[in-house]
């Protein structure tokens, strides 16, 4: 996911820095390690917590009328092609290589992503600002035990619209399999619709004949598509819809070209300013780093004005 909106609030943020940041990485990006994103090692919170880059992101996620606008009309614009989407039997949503078996006669689902596509976990992040940190697995999983992301706007209209119509939701996450009962318990606190638990695929699903790659989501698509017609996908991640191979710019915008079109009719995709694997691409993945040196790679993948 790399749309001129994250970049120009990220360069926002970035202008407001006089002094280096803690990193921040969050959940299903620290899950990815080699594709499409590493997990950079715990820095130590900055005592005070100075000038953080992640500041503003967070800030527009949580009190920006826009953000809810645009993610209310991602969803409002999924909802108008589902009667289409269901009508067409050939309607699939997975990309060719990722359909190991015909999807016609199959039951329709749609796949979402959990994390800041199904439940926005701001306040989580807004914690990390405050207190100069950086993304831990232990501190999100007391996060996630406090069962207390709420919905992103317009989602549960959409979910429900579906459910209505006999579309099973399936939530594929890069939450790890022992959070799968608050992830669910926290689904149905926010009104989402959840069949049962075979629904919800965290990393580490098994998947028979199939190689896990990282947090790639690669293998649960190509389970989902075994028993389903799977209509629309829903992330905040380029790597929600497709495999990265390469987390590079350069192949991050040729991956998107080649699927532009599926944006908007098989494809949704809501806006993340607050991390993703788009960031470490502008770094070569690199998160050895010193935190300098990763944001100085990062500035100087900006386009200035002269």
Same mark, same amino acid.
């Given at each position: 996911?790399?749309? %001129?909106? &994250?970049?120009?609030?990220? /360069? =926002?943020?970035?202008?407001? #820095? +006089?002094? !280096?940041? *803690?990193?921040?990485? $969050?959940?299903?990006?620290?899950?990815?390690?080699?594709?499409?994103?590493?997990?950079?090692?715990?820095?130590?919170?900055?005592?005070?917590?100075?000038?953080?880059?992640?500041?503003?992101?967070?800030?527009?996620?949580?009190?920006?009328?826009?953000?809810?606008?645009? %993610?209310? &009309?991602?969803?409002?614009? /999924? =909802?108008?092609?589902?009667? #289409? +989407?269901? !009508?067409? *039997?050939?309607?699939? $949503?997975?990309?060719?290589?990722?359909?190991?078996?015909?999807?016609?006669?199959?039951?329709?689902?749609?796949?979402?992503?959990?994390?800041?596509?199904?439940?926005?976990?701001?306040?989580?992040?807004?914690?990390?600002?405050?207190?100069?940190?950086?993304?831990?697995?232990?501190?999100?999983?007391?996060?996630? /035990?406090?069962?207390?992301?709420? #919905?992103?706007?317009?989602?549960?209209?959409?979910?429900?619209?579906?459910?209505?119509?006999?579309?099973?939701?399936?939530?594929?996450?890069?939450?790890?399999?022992?959070?799968?009962?608050?992830?669910?318990?926290?689904?149905?606190?926010?009104?989402?619709?959840?069949?049962?638990?075979?629904?919800?695929?965290?990393?580490?699903?098994?998947?028979?004949?199939?190689?896990?790659?990282?947090?790639?989501?690669?293998?649960?698509?190509?389970?989902?598509?075994?028993?389903?017609?799977?209509?629309?996908?829903?992330?905040?991640?380029?790597?929600?819809?497709?495999?990265?191979?390469?987390?590079?710019?350069?192949?991050?915008?040729?991956?998107?070209?080649?699927?532009?079109?599926?944006?908007?009719?098989?494809?949704?995709?809501?806006?993340?300013?607050?991390?993703?694997?788009?960031?470490?691409?502008?770094?070569?993945?690199?998160?050895?780093?010193?935190?300098?040196?990763?944001?100085?790679?990062?500035?100087?993948?900006?386009?200035?004005?002269?």
């Amino acid at each position: 996911m790399r749309p %001129a909106l &994250t970049l120009s609030l990220l /360069a =926002a943020a970035l202008s407001l #820095a +006089a002094c !280096t940041p *803690a990193s921040f990485t $969050a959940p299903d990006t620290a899950a990815q390690p080699a594709t499409p994103a590493a997990t950079p090692a715990a820095e130590p919170a900055a005592a005070g917590a100075g000038p953080n880059d992640n500041l503003n992101a967070v800030l527009w996620v949580q009190r920006a009328a826009e953000y809810d606008a645009v %993610a209310q &009309t991602v969803y409002r614009a /999924a =909802a108008d092609k589902l009667d #289409a +989407a269901l !009508t067409q *039997a050939n309607w699939d $949503a997975l990309v060719p290589d990722e359909r190991g078996n015909a999807a016609t006669g199959l039951p329709p689902a749609v796949v979402m992503d959990v994390d800041e596509t199904v439940l926005d976990n701001s306040p989580y992040q807004a914690r990390l600002v405050r207190d100069g940190a950086s993304y831990e697995d232990t501190t999100w999983d007391l996060w996630v /035990a406090e069962k207390k992301a709420k #919905a992103v706007p317009g989602v549960v209209d959409f979910a429900k619209a579906a459910a209505a119509r006999g579309v099973t939701i399936l939530y594929i996450s890069n939450r790890a399999e022992h959070l799968q009962a608050a992830t669910i318990a926290n689904l149905k606190a926010e009104g989402l619709p959840v069949k049962d638990e075979s629904v919800f695929l965290g990393l580490g699903t098994f998947v028979a004949d199939c190689e896990q790659n990282g947090s790639e989501k690669l293998c649960r698509r190509k389970l989902a598509g075994q028993k389903y017609r799977v209509l629309m996908q829903f992330g905040d991640q380029l790597g929600d819809f497709v495999e990265i191979v390469a987390n590079t710019p350069t192949d991050r915008d040729a991956l998107y070209e080649e699927y532009a079109d599926w944006f908007g009719e098989r494809w949704f995709m809501l806006p993340n300013p607050t991390y993703g694997s788009w960031e470490p691409a502008t770094f070569n993945n690199a998160w050895d780093q010193p935190p300098g040196a990763r944001r100085a790679a990062k500035l100087g993948s900006l386009d200035m004005a002269k």
